[in-house]
């Protein structure tokens, strides 16, 4: 009678408080209960940061009509909080609308008006961080594609993996392509892998032939834009200063 009236208030304690259990035998029973109830703790704090500040770009260039959305996703605990600023004010715009979503600011048909700084700044009760964008918003014209980001010399070893950048803005249709050379008749066309961005150059396992200036070239109907960088290629068992693969 009294193991009967023992295992009763123990189902009715399982039922109760809604726990789990597991019947691992004949006689045997173990409990589930989550995590933090059984070490009786509360989520550990953290104050907020950016899951994805590599992407966040600090100067953005946009034609006059475009889409802009600015993006500040952010995670922590207690969950932060986001507030946007433009030029240390809040934003207001006197044509269009401004779209917030849980963490971007977007910005339709933009306009030269559109121009300035925009902060994000994300708090919760441990802290708070920011991250500036500086929009400019260029008229529509028709030109040939505008350099807005030129690639950089690089000094790597052999067999190492280099990238290079290139960043046009055109409002007209343009063809982008890389060159091993400054451009002549004797330049040729690079064989490469292109990343996620295709105005980025990738060279894997290079060797001292690869060595050399590499030009990117963007072309439209109006003209033609190019910017060169050199490779210089050593060998392993040399050193040198500040020695980099990563793309710059």
Not at 50 to 68: D, Q, S
Not at 135 to 145: H, T
Not at 195 to 219: F, K, Q, R
Request: with cysteine.
């Amino acid at each position: 009678m009294g193991t009967f009236t023992c295992l009763s208030i123990f189902v009715l304690i399982l039922f109760s408080f809604g726990i789990n259990a597991k019947h691992l035998g004949t006689r045997q029973w173990i409990l589930k209960l989550p995590l933090m109830e059984q070490n009786n703790q509360e989520p550990f704090e953290k104050a907020p940061y950016f899951t994805n500040i590599k992407k966040m770009r600090k100067v953005i260039v946009k034609p006059a009509g475009a889409f802009l959305v600015l993006k500040c996703k952010a995670d922590g605990y207690p969950t932060p909080n986001i507030t946007w600023y433009r030029n240390n004010e809040k934003p207001i715009r006197r044509l269009g609308n401004i779209q917030y979503t849980r963490w971007s600011l977007n910005l339709e048909d933009l306009t030269t008006d559109d121009c300035g700084t925009y902060k994000c700044v994300v708090c919760n009760a441990l802290g708070c961080l920011d991250f500036n964008y500086t929009l400019d918003v260029v008229e529509n014209f028709a030109a040939r594609p505008l350099l807005i980001e030129r690639p950089h010399n690089r000094t790597v070893a052999v067999g190492s993996n280099v990238g290079f950048k290139c960043r046009f803005l055109s409002d007209l249709h343009y063809h982008m392509y890389w060159m091993k050379g400054i451009p002549s008749e004797n330049s040729t066309v690079v064989e490469h892998i292109v990343s996620e961005d295709p105005e980025i150059l990738e060279l894997h396992s290079v060797t001292h032939e690869s060595e050399g200036w590499y030009t990117c070239v963007a072309a439209n109907t109006v003209g033609v834009t190019g910017a060169s960088a050199y490779l210089e290629v050593f060998s392993a068992n040399l050193s040198v200063v500040n020695n980099t693969t990563t793309i710059c």
